[in-house]
């Protein structure tokens, strides 16, 4: 059975620094490109990150600049770096695959800049 884990959350002061992880079983990660999103209240899911299975990355515009995805493909591990974090960052953040039939989603990780 397919399951994502992610981790790493919590709140920070504007201008400060996470790392969030996702763990995938249950599936050959490997193969996967994988991706992170986030849904802030009352907003649609938006794509944020993504890393293709041989490491190459997209960033919205948004993040670009600030954030970092990178993976340990021996960890089934997705990593998220987010530097220089606005209050417009604040929001539940979840990793899954960029494109095709996703994988079941995890339960997220509650981000929240404020001061």
């Known amino acids: 059975q397919v399951q994502l884990v992610e981790s790493g959350g919590g709140l920070v002061q504007p201008g400060g620094s996470l790392r969030l992880s996702c763990v995938v079983s249950?599936?050959?990660?490997?193969?996967?490109?994988m991706a992170w999103y986030r849904q802030a209240p009352g907003k649609q899911r938006e794509l944020v990150a993504a890393?293709?299975?041989?490491?190459?990355?997209n960033y919205a515009d948004s993040v670009k600049g600030r954030f970092t995805i990178s993976r340990d493909n021996a960890k089934n591990t997705v990593y998220l770096q987010m530097n220089s974090l606005k209050p417009e960052d604040t929001a539940v953040y979840y990793c899954?695959?960029?494109?095709?039939?996703?994988?079941?989603w995890g339960q997220g990780t509650q981000v929240t800049i404020s001061a």
């Open positions: 899954n695959k960029p494109t095709g039939l996703f994988l079941p």
């Open positions: 249950g599936s050959d990660f490997s193969l996967h490109a």
């Open positions: 890393i293709t299975h041989g490491g190459i990355t």
